[in-house]
């Protein structure tokens, strides 16, 4: 059974950098599909923040590409999520998710954390 | 790239059907068959209900179908129960990237 778990900092000062780290178990990364991450501020939608393949090429959301980096680590089988100079408004819970390629959908996904950014 | 507009709430009583729409344009709903349909109770992550426009996952009821025309897709509930209340977001897949749906909250009366 595919599993995945995010984990990172629950608490993010204004203008710093959040991370997020997403380990998948029962699947290895480096077989196939692309992973991704998508957040939902409290009380509002899903919105993607962007997917990668296990060979590291990313596809990122326009609206946030400028601030986003997503990575993988096959060895450790984790990927994960840098956005920088965090305001209010990326205050959420973010999930982890894997994405099918076939049916383009997120099939699998993580309990999701919830990011505060505060000073 | 924008959300796909969904309706706010839509609500039944026990055992009838409603139906929820997903209106894109013809670069995302339009252009691909690769829309899905994502249930979300409260609290809890999204569970993929309907992938590919009308395709159900292993394991999802047969209440929950899903079709499109044009640039709008729709997913039905058929039957409704009181385990279907929880919100849903339609989500298209587009020239490599992702849009989802503004989300509708499902009530059962």
């Known amino acids: 059974q595919v599993q995945l778990q995010e984990s990172g900092p629950g608490l993010v000062k204004p203008s710093e950098t959040l991370s997020l780290t997403c380990a998948v178990s029962?699947?290895?990364?480096?077989?196939?599909?692309?992973w991704g991450w998508i957040r939902q501020p409290p009380g509002k939608g899903l919105e993607w923040i962007g997917s990668?393949?296990?060979?590291?090429?990313?596809y990122y959301n326009p609206s946030l590409k400028s601030r986003v980096t997503i990575s993988v680590d096959t060895s450790k089988n984790q990927f994960s999520l840098k956005l920088s100079s965090v305001t209010a408004a990326d205050t959420a819970v973010y999930y982890c998710?894997?994405?099918?390629?076939?049916?383009?959908?997120?099939?699998?996904w993580g309990q999701g954390t919830l990011v505060t950014v505060s000073s | 790239q924008s959300a796909l507009t969904q309706p706010a709430s839509v609500s039944g009583s026990p055992g009838q059907s409603i139906t929820i729409s997903c209106t894109g344009t013809?670069?995302?709903?339009?252009?691909?068959?690769?829309v899905s349909w994502y249930q979300q109770h409260p609290g809890k992550a999204p569970k993929l209900m309907i992938y590919?426009?009308?395709n159900r996952p292993s394991g999802v009821s047969n209440r929950f179908s899903g079709s499109k025309s044009g640039n709008t897709a729709s997913l039905t509930i058929s039957g409704l129960q009181a385990e279907d209340e929880a919100d849903y977001y339609c989500?298209?897949?587009?020239?490599?990237?992702?849009?989802f749906g503004t989300g509708t909250k499902v009530t059962v009366l």
């Open positions: 013809s670069s995302d709903v339009g252009g691909y068959n690769y």
């Open positions: 990668i393949y296990h060979s590291g090429s990313t």
């Open positions: 029962g699947y290895s990364i480096s077989s196939g599909y692309y």
């Open positions: 998710a894997r994405v099918a390629r076939a049916t383009r959908v997120f099939d699998y």
């Open positions: 989500s298209s897949y587009t020239s490599s990237l992702y849009v």
């Open positions: 590919e426009v009308s």
